[in-house]
């Protein structure tokens, strides 16, 4: 079975801050794991994903995610936050024929 | 975009009505996938198909049935909806799960509430 969690559901960095959301997981399988963001009234897009290939993986917007096996950490990151960056942050994971989904982080950006 | 269309996009429905969602692709996907988002929960998988008449229960199936006739349709029915079931609902689709690592491609999803 799969699982993930997301610490913090709430974020907020100032414009040009780093960002870092974080995220665990836990799997019985090698896992396929996922970043996906949503914007306000809008479905969730995929910002990037790791399938084993890198550890280190580079996302749209600027995004990048980092895989430590020892830590079973999966944290998205981003060197200069923007405002256009204000978005909700899900982590997922995935080993069968199903996906499962953190929580959520809100992604607060302050002027 | 993945051709994903859910209907309707908002729905006001009473306490004990059925109620039907459709998600309807063009992409020829296997899987398909019904999700509610809830603050504070995320997105919690309702029920999932693996092909034409294949379902399986997701972690919240309980009150929700599932049927899928045709590889492009996928319908998510309330039978009896109660408050609980206010929700927005995503329809998510995907080439290949599991061992390929493919991702989900999400509809714009369908606002329901029950009062």
């Known amino acids: 079975a799969q699982s993930v969690t997301q610490l913090g559901s709430h974020v907020s960095v100032s414009e040009g801050a780093l960002v870092l959301l974080r995220c665990n997981y836990s799997?019985?399988?090698?896992?396929?794991l996922f970043w996906y963001v949503q914007y306000p009234n809008q479905g969730l897009q995929l910002l990037l994903k790791?399938?084993?290939?890198?550890?280190l993986v580079k996302g749209i917007n600027g995004f990048e995610a980092e895989f430590k096996k020892s830590e079973t950490s999966f944290h998205l990151t981003k060197p200069s936050a923007h405002m256009s960056d204000a978005a909700e942050y899900f982590c997922?994971?995935?080993?069968?024929?199903?996906?499962?989904f953190g929580k959520g982080t809100r992604l607060h950006i302050l002027p | 975009d993945a051709g994903i269309t859910q209907s309707p996009r908002h729905k006001v429905t009473e306490t004990g009505t059925p109620v039907t969602l459709r998600c309807h692709q063009t992409?020829?996907?296997?899987?398909m996938y019904w999700y509610r988002q809830d603050p504070g929960h995320g997105l919690r998988l309702i029920h999932y198909?693996?092909?034409?008449?294949?379902?399986d229960k997701g972690e919240v199936s309980d009150g929700y049935s599932v049927s899928r006739s045709k590889t492009e349709d996928f319908l998510l029915t309330l039978e009896s909806a109660t408050s609980s079931q206010t929700s927005v609902y995503f329809c998510?689709?995907?080439?290949?799960?599991?061992?390929?690592?493919?991702?989900?491609?999400f509809g714009n999803g369908t606002r329901l509430t029950v009062t």
């Open positions: 998510a689709i995907s080439a290949k799960v599991g061992a390929s690592g493919s991702p989900l491609h």
């Open positions: 799997s019985s399988v090698p896992p396929y």
């Open positions: 790791y399938t084993s290939a890198a550890t």
């Open positions: 997922a994971v995935s080993g069968d024929d199903k996906i499962i």
């Open positions: 992409e020829n996907h296997r899987y």
């Open positions: 198909s693996y092909g034409v008449k294949d379902t």
